[in-house]
DNA sequence: CCAAAAGTGTTCGCGTTACACCCATGT
DNA sequence: ACATGGGTGTAACGCGAACACTTTTGG
């Protein structure tokens, strides 16, 4: 493929905010960084865009060869462009956020790459780069997507109480609950399957587990529904 | 400046989706290509990143090459990069949507630039590489923050009516609204300064010209207040 | 005096909120 | 039996939706 435009070009890379959810805190996927710059800081995976493939495509790889990662939910969230963002030359980079079934994932996670970690986000480590903001910018969009669209069942098991959902709201949204008010709202918006199982554990009465409804969802999306917490 | 990674790079470019509002509908200003590729169709103002500039400031300074434009509302929308959205080579286009006051500008973008044009949205004309589904992604997002953001006021005058604005609500969003909602709803935010001045036009009674008060809205935001209409 | 848009209050219904007790289980 | 979280209904309130007429101006 020919150049047509010969002028120098900044250099491309996609990082992604990785989010898991483990019961009781929101967490952030992060790699002890092996080369200068910032050598030993933690940073958010990511690395550079190749010519061939989208951004996109992009992300998930850098995810898959970096955490382990796969088939997680992955959206776009912004493109990060101050000039002296890293300190070798001039880099733009696009940045993703990822939300990820942690029971699922803690496991692989921890032993294909054995330099990343979870971090609940109040502990959070000083980041690489510029990647606070990134990380500031990724939970703002996530507190704002998590009310009106039914994202949090991406951080939740296939098979979840209301109890676990309800944490995570109040989690991420940093806000209190009123159980009986939440359980009627979600039930009533129909998106909940409930199943033939409980949930067991502790001392207590057993939980009855539901799954979300995605083709459902998208039918009444279509219809002009909103999806609204 | 030194090229640490030497693998073949994407070109990177901005485009903005320029929007105006002339008091009945929403506008786009396109511009006639006047180089292969697409040459002589319309497409979004943009071009290509420079070494030493940031995303925004590349598309402030197209903006204003291309059509004279300036002092825009400017924010970044997305970022496309499709491996063959230009035929050329890898280009990766940072989209940006604009909003303008129409009245301002609708003289100076005419002059300066004579190969720019503003469209009524439904009239836009098919346009070159993948700019009609950036277009898309901008009337979404735009109907999206029209509603829990107080952006509208950057289409209209700095002194407006309320019907002025009521009509700029129904024609981005496609809905028709009862006046007097409309009405008790904007003012009770108390972001609205009446002034001592109406807005006379045609056999009818003057209206009130308001304008915007941002300082207030700051304030309100920062104490958790949410524009939402 | 007529046309055209500006301006103004009240009622009704529904959705949000606030709130307390019993249930099922494991130890 | 007791500790722990699961599960349930109702009443008050507030906000949004529906709705029609008077006012001011220019022609």
Not at 105 to 112: E, G, Y
Not at 113 to 118: F, N, S, Y
């Amino acid at each position: 493929m020919k150049h047509v435009y010969e002028y120098p070009r900044a250099a491309l890379t996609v990082d992604c905010v990785v989010f898991g959810f483990d019961g009781g805190e929101l967490k952030l996927l992060l790699i002890e960084r092996g080369l200068a710059p910032f050598k030993g800081c933690w940073a958010l995976p990511g690395g550079f865009v190749r010519v061939d493939e989208t951004l996109d495509q992009a992300a998930l790889r850098e995810l898959e060869e970096e955490t382990g990662l796969e088939k997680v939910f992955l959206e776009q969230l912004y493109t990060f462009s101050s000039v002296d963002r890293d300190p070798r030359e001039r880099v733009i980079s696009v940045a993703y956020y990822a939300l990820t079934k942690l029971a699922d994932h803690r496991t692989r996670a921890a032993t294909d790459a054995a330099d990343a970690q979870w971090f609940p986000i109040p502990d959070v480590p000083s980041l690489a780069f510029d990647h606070a903001d990134i990380l500031t910018t990724a939970i703002q969009r996530l507190r704002g997507k998590l009310r009106y669209e039914p994202i949090g069942f991406e951080l939740l098991p296939a098979k979840f109480t209301l109890s676990q959902l309800q944490q995570l709201y109040e989690a991420v949204l940093g806000t209190e609950l009123d159980k009986r008010n939440f359980r009627k709202k979600v039930l009533g918006f129909d998106l909940l399957i409930p199943l033939n199982e409980t949930h067991r554990e502790g001392a207590h009465r057993p939980a009855q587990l539901f799954r979300f409804d995605p083709v459902r969802y998208g039918k009444l999306k279509k219809k002009g529904f909103l999806f609204e917490l």
